[in-house]
């Protein structure tokens, strides 16, 4: 069974009361406030079983309140403390109880937060290294398509000088065909001249042999020779 009463520094009690060095008495503090609400406490937890048990003490002695921690030093050295009544040490179980479980959520929570975090942070590494890669295979395309209608052009070009070529030789050929039905004559350029119109291809002979056979003399154009 645990003691009904302990003693502790005045210091330490002062701290508790009246905030006084509140660094340097954390630890009893923590151990004085453990003792009057019975209860496992750490100095997270403190605050809150301290909060109930300083209102029980100023109930019980009210006196206390307008003590200055000069007024509660002078006192003396030690000062023996009693534990809750049970109603207040169980209704400081049932707090921690619910500070526990909450916090046990908090830590719960900020762990799956942080993984969740991580995941986030790897998730946009990868994000942004996919948005790199898809910028550089877009200027790739892009490239592609200029390089391909470059091409294109060149071909279109191309195509139509030998258009424009073979349209040209149509023309001087219907010009040549023209010439034909007007002229019954065929001009080929560079070539010789023309057979003369009406002409049936026959190679000329050079008509009538001459009546001298070209000695110069009139002797045999006689029927005497």
Known sequence: MAEARKVFPMNTFVSYLKGVDKEGNK???VELVGYMTQSEIDEELAPFAAALAKAWIYEQ???LVKMTSGDLSAQGQNVSVAIL????TAEVGALFAKLA???KTICE????LEKVEKELAEKTAILKDTDTRMKAAETKVKSLEA???SAGDKVIVASEAKVVEYIGKVDELLKMIEDVK?????????GGAAPAAGGTGTPDAGGEPSSDFGFGS????TDKW
């Open 101 to 103: 479980a909450d916090k």
């Open 147 to 149: 390089s391909l209608q």
């Open 85 to 88: 009544p049970p109603d207040v």
């Open 27 to 29: 630890k009893g503090v």
């Open 182 to 190: 007007k002229h019954g004559v065929v001009t080929v350029s560079g």
């Open 61 to 63: 002695h009210p006196e």
């Open 218 to 221: 009139d002797a045999f154009a």
């Open 109 to 112: 929570q900020a762990a799956k």
